[in-house]
């Protein structure tokens, strides 16, 4: 024999049955008894600084898009046909 909750369409009754489920899931953690060594640290480091260093690349790749896409850079071809024709 289960035992059945009828939530309905109440959407406060589902996040008080997900909060109470992760609750109940963190409180039964057991400790991991895991060694870390000292080199794991300078891994993690580099890994959060290696994403921040993409992320900031990225979001200068598609700063300097946004911004020829609205202003209408050309294309460098372009320019230096331009310049050549006018001389």
Known sequence: MTAQVD??????????VL?????LFVGMVSPAQAYIDPGS???????IIGFFAA?????RK????L?????GRQPKAVEADNK????
């Open 41 to 47: 640290g300078s891994v993690l480091t580099s890994a």
């Open 67 to 71: 911004k020829d896409a609205l202003f």
């Open 84 to 87: 050549a024709r006018t001389r």
């Open 62 to 65: 598609y700063f300097y898009r």
């Open 7 to 16: 939530l309905g369409d109440n959407p406060m009754a589902r996040v008080s």
């Open 19 to 23: 909060v109470l489920a992760g609750l």
């Open 55 to 59: 992320a900031a690349y990225t979001g």
